[in-house]
């Protein structure tokens, strides 16, 4: 249904991934293989979204990113339509489709975050940080995952709850880069990004 109202299956895919997603960029042949669709439609939708104001584009290395617009005038109502995010447009969306897939499986997880290659801001110096009681065989397949799916070396930390907080606290200056950084936030049981 929602395709008939918004006019293309494509364009609903697309709205759907970047609104998961609201701080990741991505790449034509990358959104391709996420939507599963042809190519030339994925151009065509990327070029109606973009000359409407929902996406905004980058070159970067040769390469065309794509990601949603956060300025856009109507970017709440339809981060509510399309997101499968549990927070609130504004607020760090922590993306419920993530947190339901192979990241929990490897342990106690109480913050995953995604950052430096998959939001394009290497201020932080590392990918991906893991927050909790980690099982090191469960945490090794799945960076090994993540590293097959991006074809290339993950940079990744895991801290222990108790760790992270200190170093919170005393504003580590690792923490606070990562804190900072522009990120995706997979996983955070107890608003450990947002609160003081």
Same mark, same amino acid.
């Given at each position: 249904?929602?395709?008939?109202? #918004?006019?293309?299956?494509?364009?609903?895919?697309?709205?759907?991934?970047?609104?998961?997603?609201?701080?990741?960029? #991505?790449?034509?042949?990358?959104?391709?293989?996420?939507?599963?669709?042809?190519?030339?439609?994925?151009?065509?939708?990327?070029?109606?979204?973009?000359?409407?104001?929902?996406?905004? =584009?980058?070159? *970067?290395?040769?390469?065309? !990113?794509?990601?949603?617009?956060?300025? !856009? /005038?109507?970017?709440?109502?339809? #981060?509510?339509?399309?997101?499968?995010?549990?927070?609130?447009?504004? @607020?760090?969306?922590?993306?419920?489709? +993530? +947190?339901?897939?192979?990241?929990? =499986?490897?342990?106690?997880?109480?913050?995953?975050?995604?950052?430096?290659?998959?939001?394009? /801001?290497?201020?932080?110096?590392?990918?991906?940080?893991?927050?909790? /009681?980690? *099982? &090191?065989? $469960?945490?090794?397949?799945?960076?090994?995952?993540?590293?097959?799916?991006?074809?290339?070396?993950?940079? !990744?930390?895991?801290?222990?709850?108790?760790?992270?907080?200190?170093?919170?606290?005393? *504003? /580590?200056? #690792?923490?606070?880069?990562?804190?900072?950084? @522009?990120? $995706?936030?997979?996983?955070?049981?107890?608003?450990?990004? *947002?609160? &003081?």
């Amino acid at each position: 249904m929602i395709e008939q109202l #918004f006019g293309s299956k494509t364009r609903v895919k697309l709205l759907q991934l970047f609104y998961s997603n609201p701080n990741r960029s #991505f790449y034509v042949r990358e959104i391709t293989r996420k939507i599963d669709e042809q190519i030339n439609s994925v151009r065509r939708e990327l070029a109606n979204l973009l000359s409407i104001g929902i996406i905004s =584009s980058e070159t *970067n290395n040769n390469r065309l !990113y794509y990601e949603v617009n956060q300025k !856009y /005038d109507y970017y709440e109502p339809l #981060f509510q339509i399309f997101s499968d995010t549990t927070a609130k447009p504004g @607020k760090q969306a922590v993306s419920t489709a +993530a +947190a339901d897939n192979t990241i929990v =499986s490897i342990g106690n997880v109480e913050l995953a975050i995604y950052t430096g290659h998959f939001t394009r /801001d290497d201020s932080a110096g590392v990918d991906i940080l893991i927050v909790g /009681d980690i *099982n &090191p065989t $469960q945490l090794n397949k799945y960076i090994g995952d993540v590293e097959k799916h991006e074809g290339m070396d993950m940079r !990744y930390t895991v801290l222990s709850l108790s760790e992270f907080l200190y170093r919170k606290e005393v *504003n /580590d200056r #690792f923490v606070s880069l990562v804190l900072a950084s @522009k990120k $995706q936030v997979l996983v955070d049981k107890h608003n450990l990004v *947002n609160k &003081p």
